[in-house]
């Protein structure tokens, strides 16, 4: 990972606790986290991608005094938000051709992989995705769900590899565990 951009996705999942440890070793990066991140760590980017009402006032209000370098949305009532930067989703959930257009975004159903994309805008060759398990979100964890965001995050890391770009998951009971590689810190 020698002078090159390593970026950080860190997502909400129990497991997200490893990053603690894992910071301590790994060479400077971009954190880009999702939603309230900032009750576990700091990030320099914050994907936000539902509405207000969809957090619990508590979470809410993370959200709100979170103070990232940017936080990303398309949701109008997270615009006012002193760190809001706007951005556009592309035409239809998973749509890679505009993957490589700097002002939008490809999508999926889970806000995780916004943050990927973000990581890959930004200049990332290595991007490190914690967090992101599945294995008992709310609203995720279904069986169709999860077919749904293993296909759109496997072909979103195809169109990474053909450009460079390695994404790994660091943690070997994620669900994208095997669609994803899994990446072992060298300590």
């Known amino acids: 990972m020698k002078d090159q951009i390593l ?19 790994l060479p400077p990066h971009i954190k880009i986290g999702v939603n309230d991140i900032f009750k576990h760590t700091p990030v320099d980017y914050l994907i936000v991608v539902d509405r207000k009402n969809r957090f619990t006032s508590k ?19 997270w615009k006012t938000h002193p760190c809001a930067k706007e951005i556009i989703l592309a035409t239809g959930r998973s749509n890679l051709g505009e993957l490589d257009n700097p002002n939008v975004y490809p999508y999926s159903i889970m806000s995780p992989f916004i943050a990927m994309v973000h990581a890959y805008k930004l200049g990332a060759k290595t991007i490190l995705v914690y ?36 994404m790994y998951i660091m943690n070997k009971e994620s669900v994208l565990y095997g669609i994803l590689p899994f990446y072992i810190l060298p300590r």
């Open 7 to 25: 970026a950080v996705v860190l997502g909400l999942s129990p497991n997200i606790m490893q990053y603690s440890e894992d910071m301590k070793v």
């Open 131 to 166: 967090g992101v398990d599945l294995n008992d979100h709310h609203a995720l964890s279904d069986e169709n769900c999860l077919n749904i965001i293993k296909r759109d995050v496997n072909n979103l890391n195809k169109e990474f590899n053909k450009r460079g770009v390695k």
């Open 59 to 77: 979470r809410k209000k993370i959200i709100e005094e979170s103070r990232p370098k940017e936080l990303l949305t398309f949701i109008s009532e």
